[in-house]
């Protein structure tokens, strides 16, 4: 897909973070077309109730390891049942998600980000918590700290564009459509997505020169992109698909995705969303609630969500 390269648009999209789901008390989704689980107990309350505990923007952290680990996986337990609450009662593919679902994902986000920048305050944390929610913990502070590697602090003024991402489930037919033609497994593609712009709420080009909601050179475009738009969503998705399926998927993933970004790094934090996706359908909903955030000389500046 691309030459090594320290993309400016990696520091704003990879710099957004990644949020384990795997909370305690929650049945994993089925792999296949069943991929998701059904809606939990507790998600039954009114949202009147679920957005009156989410947290605020600005919701601190607690500083120890003991505290932490209490409101980590309250706080999972509570983004969980308010994604139930909003595939059951909503529609994700219409309209923004409900308040609860977002508050309890930036609150999320936040959590990790700061884990991912102490190793030994993440240990001590997880340490904590139940086998299954630590389990996935370690495996998404390890993401983080593997894109955080791969983006370098912007110093002057923040210039970037940046734009409300189509509802999820309208990505999520387009993930399922290149997963039918192409045979990559639409977490995968999601994954890429994920990593590479926030679900297309990142909209500027790097300065490598690559385009569009997937992040394509121009010239791999030409090759794989089928005449379609490369700022389509849809197109761009079935030309990462198209892409990614010339590159080894569904025989080797990570061959297939290091051609993508010739990272090491990149290819096993991707991998690491697509198999959380995989294992339940609410982890795409959670992840697409994070929000984009850059890594400037003088600390993290958020872009998009709540409170701006």
Partial sequence: MRDR?????????????????????????????????APSAQAAGSGTRAAAEAPRPDQPIPGSAAALARTLARNETELRAAIDAWVRDGDPGKGRPPEPVVLHALYQ???????????????????????RLARDVRAEVAAL????????????????KVREPEPADVLLKHFRRA????????????????????????????????????????????????GGNVHDTGDAIMGAANYLKASGT???????????????????????????????????????????FVLTTKGDRRLTGPGL
């Fill in 179 to 226: 997963e039918r033609r192409f045979g990559v497994d639409w977490e995968v593609l999601a994954a890429v997505m994920f990593s590479e712009t926030k679900f297309g709420r990142v909209r500027s080009p790097s300065h490598t020169g690559a385009l569009g909601p997937m992040q394509f050179m121009p010239r791999t475009w030409a090759a794989y992109g089928m």
């Fill in 250 to 292: 569904p025989r080797d993933y990570k061959k297939a995705l290091f051609a993508y970004n010739h990272s090491n790094r990149y290819v096993n934090a991707v991998w690491t969303h697509a198999r959380q996706m995989m294992r339940d359908r609410r982890n795409f909903y959670a992840y697409y609630n994070w929000q984009v």
């Fill in 145 to 160: 700290r593997d894109l955080f590697a791969l983006t370098r602090p912007i110093s002057g003024p923040v210039r970037f």
């Fill in 5 to 37: 390269r320290l993309a400016v648009v990696l520091a704003v999209a990879l710099a957004a973070g990644v949020g384990a789901c795997g909370g305690t008390g929650y049945a994993e989704g089925a792999r296949a077309g069943e991929r998701g689980a």
């Fill in 109 to 131: 986000q936040r959590i990790y980000r700061h884990l991912a920048r102490d190793p030994g305050l993440s240990a001590r944390v997880t340490d904590r918590l139940p086998s």
